[in-house]
């Protein structure tokens, strides 16, 4: 498992006005109900919320709007997972050896669970949210193509 990404550019005919980069941002905080922050260079805006991002670019035919995201804490989640349940299968197998499993049984029974529900929760988690971040691009997309006038692709 690596950190999900997932990306949508839109080819726009122009750049936005001042206004409508203020309304494509209004609607990007608005979907991913995150304030996010605005920056700008010459030629360039962008919109940064964390591991979320839309910039606006200059390409050879007009401009593009470029979105992205990732999913960062998935991995971690799932490794912390693993480690919980090797420590676990290292310690009964320690327990065992030593002959006193029954005993010891509980500290690694009670890790165990608790790693193998962290990785299961971890690998559920990707694709709801997955789904759930391609729509709200797709959405920014087409408001973004609407505000511009640029036909869908």
């Known amino acids: 498992m690596s950190d999900e990404r997932l990306r949508q550019t839109v080819i726009l005919p122009r750049a936005p006005s001042d206004t409508e980069w203020l309304m494509l941002v209004a609607d990007l905080r608005e979907t991913f109900e995150a304030h996010g922050s605005i ?3 010459p030629g360039l805006r962008e919109w940064r919320n964390g ?4 910039y606006i670019e200059p390409t050879r035919d007009g ?3 470029r979105m992205g995201t990732r999913k960062g804490g998935a991995l971690g989640f799932a490794v912390v997972g693993l480690v919980g349940l090797g420590w676990s299968v290292a310690a009964a197998i320690g327990l065992s050896m030593s002959g006193n499993l029954g005993n010891g049984f509980l500290a690694p ?3 165990s669970v608790a790693g193998a529900a962290t990785l299961v929760s971890a690998l559920l988690s990707v694709p709801a949210w997955s789904r759930k971040r391609a729509e709200q691009l797709r959405y920014i997309a087409g408001r973004a193509r609407t505000l511009l006038g640029s ?3």
């Open 39 to 41: 920056g700008a260079t």
């Open 109 to 111: 029974a009670i890790v």
């Open 63 to 65: 401009y593009r709007l």
């Open 151 to 153: 036909p869908e692709r």
């Open 51 to 54: 591991n979320l991002h839309a």
